[in-house]
């Protein structure tokens, strides 16, 4: 069974098996696990991250949430209690674009 809960301006959808969920402070250190690696940034406009471009990206992020209107959509993706996803939704006028990073281990 599906969850929905929409808040004031947090916004978290989840099943059996993973949750979608706003990103927290703490998030920073799953993403640079990700973001920093050379591999994940070859075809990218970012990246390789520093462990300050990962909190400055996070902390973004949480100030997207909290504008209204909100525009930019952000969510980590949970699943087995870890952050694994990132997925963003951005609206631009009457479309949205949709970008699904993954956030892997360091090879």
Known sequence: MEEIIIGHTKIS???????????TESDWIDVHNYASQDIVCQYQ??????????????????KNST???RTRFV???????????????TKLEKSLILLIRAIGEKE
Do not use: M
């Open 45 to 62: 406009p970012w990246g390789p991250n520093t462990e300050e471009d990962s909190k400055n990206f996070v902390n973004q992020v949480i």
């Open 75 to 89: 969510f980590a993706i949970i699943y087995n209690e870890s952050l694994t996803l990132g997925i963003s939704l």
């Open 67 to 69: 504008q209204v209107p």
């Open 13 to 23: 959808l989840s099943n059996d098996r993973l949750l979608l969920r706003e990103f």
